[in-house]
């Protein structure tokens, strides 16, 4: 049998025992504090709100005297107090003095050589106050607050995040720091480390909801003054409507008027007459048309345009359209040829009549911006579910700027504006509204550039 431990003995390893409870007690209880300060750290709360918690926690678990983190601003060089937590002990010394050390800044902050440490990313441990506020507290004060408040050491320790300096996490003890157990020492790096990342995040947070409350202030004003542009839009809109009703009755007259005039119904002109009369008939006609396309414009803006399905095919639709066009352009010295690929009926369901509208301003654009050479018509399938229209002419091309807003309204681009051409600019525009909003498909050009024409493409579902 083993021998008895002896008395010395007994003592001896019941003491070691109660040493190793004591030193397994305070490592749960710092655990149970880094879990506390970790669970903190994942609240979607605001830096001071967040700073508060910490520094509550620590003062209450550790039993300081004081805790605190300075945030630091660069450009000024100041380590700010966002929160100052206190022991009783602290906040009547404090108040006996008639001022707090929340409200005092620490100026001057990176060129201090007590806090050089700090800045270098190194915790700094000191028993004297004067060390952080010397300069900015008399030393008188600071033996005061020291002393009433039994604070025998000062610890602080830098606040990174990827090697970026934030701030201070500053703790005041009533023991001195050779006598701080070695586990909490090495716990309140780990407690800097938590503080650093969790207030680093809570400060992108506030940035985010910042730029986010500014966005939704700028919303706000884009909507009002979207109501704003709704109703000038609306007014205008008005105004074109009735213009166009008012002028079209009266363009109309002038049209058929000068048309009579030019064809002799009222007697033979001279050359110099028959000339004015044929200017006012083309001035008229195209003012005529301008606001008609006006008028289709609006009712599409405005959601006032109705599509009737039928079913029909497509390729004898273009066929038949542009017969007028071929005696006109060969007059021009242009040639206008229609071809398909063979694979014929191009039969689709759509409204028959704008879809012609479609053709009718895809070709007359290529008419309007070619002078000499061809236009070139084309309808093929495209696949088993699509049929393509082609339009290619050898005109004055298209450039990569205008072609960003080719299909916008107005627009005929540099190349029409330069060379005068004759065109309403509602074309395209009516034709991409007719084409994507009426029959699902797709609209667009290609073009090599200025001089080098241009091909217009429009593809229909069969279905």
């Known amino acids: 049998m083993p021998e008895p431990l002896k008395q010395d003995s007994k003592v001896g390893l019941e003491q070691e025992l109660y040493k190793k409870n004591v030193e397994l007690d305070f490592a749960n209880r710092i655990f149970a504090l880094t879990r506390e300060l970790y669970a903190v750290s994942l609240l979607n709360s605001s830096p001071g709100g967040l700073a508060e918690r910490f520094t509550?926690?620590?003062?209450?678990?550790?039993?300081?005297?004081?805790?605190?983190?300075?945030?630091?601003?660069?450009?000024?060089?100041?380590?700010?107090?966002?929160?100052?937590?206190?022991?009783?002990?602290?906040?009547?010394?404090?108040?006996?003095?008639?001022?707090?050390?929340?409200?005092?800044?620490?100026?001057?902050?990176?060129?201090?050589?007590?806090?050089?440490d700090v800045f270098d990313g190194k915790s700094f441990v000191t028993s004297n106050l004067s060390d952080i506020w010397g300069g900015l507290v008399s030393e008188d004060d600071l033996k005061v607050?020291?002393?009433?408040?039994?604070?025998?050491?000062?610890?602080?320790?830098p606040l990174l995040t990827e090697d970026k300096f934030i701030g201070v996490l500053l703790f005041g003890f009533h023991l001195e720091y050779k006598d701080l157990p070695e586990l909490e020492r090495e716990a309140l790096h780990s407690f800097s480390d938590i503080v650093a990342v969790a207030l680093d995040k809570a400060y992108v947070?506030?940035?985010?909801?910042?730029?986010n409350q500014g966005l939704v202030s700028a919303n706000v004003e884009l909507l009002k003054a979207n109501e704003e542009l709704k109703t000038i839009d609306a007014t205008k809109s008005a105004i074109l409507s009735n213009a166009s009703h008012h002028l079209q009755n009266p363009l109309q007259n002038i049209v058929m008027g000068t048309s009579m005039l030019m064809d002799g119904s009222y007697g033979a002109l001279t050359p110099e007459a028959k000339k004015t009369v044929a200017q006012i008939f083309e001035s008229a006609r195209h003012l005529t048309i301008t606001f008609k396309m006006?008028?289709?414009?609006?009712?599409?803006?405005?959601?006032?345009?109705?599509?009737?399905?039928?079913?029909?095919?497509?390729?004898?639709?273009?066929?038949?359209?542009?017969?007028?066009?071929?005696?006109?352009?060969?007059?021009?010295?242009?040639?206008?040829?229609?071809?398909?690929?063979?694979?014929?009926?191009y039969t689709i369901n759509g409204d028959k009549e704008w879809l012609r509208e479609v053709v009718v301003n895809i070709v007359d654009n290529a008419l309007n911006m070619t002078e000499k050479g061809f236009i070139k018509i084309k309808v093929e399938k495209f696949g088993v579910e699509k049929i393509r229209l082609s339009v290619t002419d050898s005109g004055v091309g298209i450039t990569k700027e205008t072609m960003t807003h080719l299909f916008g309204k107005l627009e005929k681009g540099k190349e029409g504006w330069k060379k005068d051409i004759n065109g309403t600019g509602l074309g395209l525009y009516i034709s991409k509204k007719i084409i994507e909003e009426g029959h699902h498909g797709t609209i667009w050009a290609e073009s090599k550039g200025a001089d080098r024409g241009a091909t217009f493409f429009v593809e229909i579902p069969v279905g």
């Open 56 to 116: 509550a926690i620590l003062c209450d678990k550790l039993q300081l005297e004081i805790s605190s983190i300075f945030v630091f601003k660069q450009k000024e060089d100041v380590l700010e107090p966002l929160v100052f937590t206190k022991s009783e002990r602290t906040i009547s010394a404090l108040r006996k003095l008639g001022f707090m050390l929340r409200d005092i800044k620490i100026t001057e902050a990176s060129k201090r050589a007590t806090l050089k």
């Open 145 to 157: 607050i020291s002393t009433s408040a039994n604070i025998k050491s000062i610890l602080l320790f």
């Open 205 to 211: 947070y506030r940035k985010l909801d910042e730029v």
């Open 294 to 345: 006006w008028v289709k414009a609006l009712d599409f803006e405005n959601g006032r345009v109705e599509y009737k399905t039928e079913s029909f095919d497509l390729g004898d639709l273009v066929e038949k359209t542009i017969v007028d066009w071929k005696v006109s352009a060969k007059e021009r010295g242009l040639e206008v040829s229609y071809e398909n690929d063979g694979h014929t009926p």
